[in-house]
């Protein structure tokens, strides 16, 4: 999936919408009898009778995308009922928006536009809930802010390196443990004729996150530069002369002046890029579970899997991605304890699994969630189940991320360098810090 669609996913996130709290009801003697709400979802009256809580779930999807997430809901939540009400995509955000404002918005919303519905007053703070501490702290900066946490990731979308398996076993190599390793088997390519990886450079997306992939493993999540990509994001760091810096210029140095990386790759588009992978014309190729249908079209004999990110040093992989859907509770919601509750049942292995399997592919960033995973996917299953994905650009802005990719565009035909790349990363910084203003 190309980078643009992402970006109307993030912006489109499912939402779930409430409908009008309990009301108090009366004996038969016409006398006030107090309700009250139990964790459950559930209205108790002192008379013994009983009600559900109502909650509206609007999404972007198709019903069927969800749809054992909500057969598992109505068995684990007897006490709240869901109604599934399907938006497209370009309403979304302004339903959401329209909603809010009129002061009737959902009780279970997404956390996408994070800063603008915080400030606004309209997320729950979630921090100190039970069920956040389930997840990866990867995924949770994407969706924290000041060092609080408003929402839960959802299903995940990911992209590795697939590989060509048959090329592979006929050149006898092994899977790249390290960035050196994932040179060397480069250079063992190329020297046998054979095309080590497929470029679709003529979109800036793959130049921006295949280095991204190398400094999210070896800096961006680890304890020395866990935080700097909400620094970044907050106007108080800057890419240039920065830990990032040092990385990407490690990437160019061997993808770039090692030659892997040539100008004619900037003619290359991603489906001719895929078609070259596909028909074995290429060893390897990154992208992520949406192509997997494409590829079998191009070449249904082709046996494939993909790898991690590697860095330099063993013992640390990740995967490029983040939480496809994210959600947050309305901090105005009458029904609050009941929203709980269905965050806290995505927060199963069990709700997990019956989110993913409505998008065949996706991740889980719980801990222990086992996401049954296509054959294509089992070089990346242990990386997935420990939660080891994600997206730098969801952090700070994806603006940075086009302009470091369309930098290295440059870089690629001879014009400038890694430098100067993150000198125009750092003025993009101050254009939005000065919108903020």
């Not at 209205?43 to 013994?48: A, N, Q």
């Not at 290359?268 to 997997?292: C, H, I, N, R």
């Not at 927060?347 to 996401?371: K, R, W």
């Amino acid at each position: 999936m190309k980078m643009q669609k992402l970006a109307g996913i993030i912006l489109a996130t499912a939402m779930l919408v409430g409908c009008a709290g309990p009301q108090k009801s009366t004996d038969s003697n016409s006398k006030k009898v107090d309700n009250k709400q139990t964790a459950a979802g559930k209205t108790e009256s002192k008379t013994g009778s009983s009600e559900k809580v109502k909650l509206r779930m609007m999404y972007w999807n198709k019903e069927e995308t969800v749809a054992d997430f909500l057969k598992l809901a109505k068995e684990k939540l007897p006490n709240i009922e869901i109604e599934f009400n399907f938006v497209s995509v370009d309403q979304f955000k302004g339903t959401l928006a329209t909603q809010l404002q009129a002061g009737e918005g959902p009780d279970i919303m997404p956390s996408g536009e994070l800063t603008e519905h915080i400030r606004a007053g309209y997320l729950l703070d979630l921090t100190d809930k039970p069920f956040i501490k389930k997840y990866s702290k990867a995924a949770l900066n994407a969706i924290s802010y000041q060092g609080k946490v408003y929402g839960v990731p959802g299903i995940s979308w990911f992209e590795g390196i697939f590989y060509n398996k048959e090329i592979f076993k006929k050149h006898g190599i092994a899977i790249p443990k390290t960035f050196d390793e994932m040179m060397e088997v480069h250079k063992k390519l190329k020297a046998a004729g054979v095309v080590p990886q497929a470029w679709g450079n003529k979109s800036w997306e793959p130049l921006a996150k295949s280095p991204l992939g190398l400094a999210t493993v070896d800096y961006l999540q680890t304890d020395a530069g866990r935080d700097f990509d909400v620094q970044i994001r907050e106007g108080k760091a800057k890419f240039s002369g920065s830990e990032l810096e040092k990385i990407v210029k490690i990437w160019a140095d061997k993808y770039i002046k090692g030659g892997y990386i040539v100008p004619e790759m900037l003619q290359v588009d991603y489906d001719t890029a895929l078609k070259q992978f596909a028909q074995g014309k290429a060893a390897m190729w990154e992208s992520g579970p949406w192509s997997v249908k494409a590829i079998k079209e191009a070449n249904p004999n082709l046996k494939f899997d993909m790898m991690p990110f590697v860095g330099t040093k063993a013992g640390n992989e990740y995967l490029i991605g983040g939480p496809g859907v994210t959600y947050g509770v309305n901090a105005n919601s009458k029904h609050k304890e009941a929203a709980l509750k269905v965050l806290e049942l995505m927060a199963t292995p069990e709700g997990q699994q019956a989110l993913c399997a409505g998008s065949p592919g996706s991740g889980s960033f719980l801990e222990g969630a086992n996401i049954k995973l296509p054959e294509e996917f089992s070089g990346v299953k242990e990386v997935l189940n420990k939660g080891s994905v994600y997206c730098p650009w969801f952090v700070w802005k994806a603006d940075y991320n086009e302009v470091l990719g369309k930098g290295l565009q440059e870089v690629v035909q001879g014009n400038g360098s890694v430098a100067d790349v993150m000198k125009q990363m750092d003025q993009k910084v101050e254009e939005i810090m000065a919108q903020k203003k």
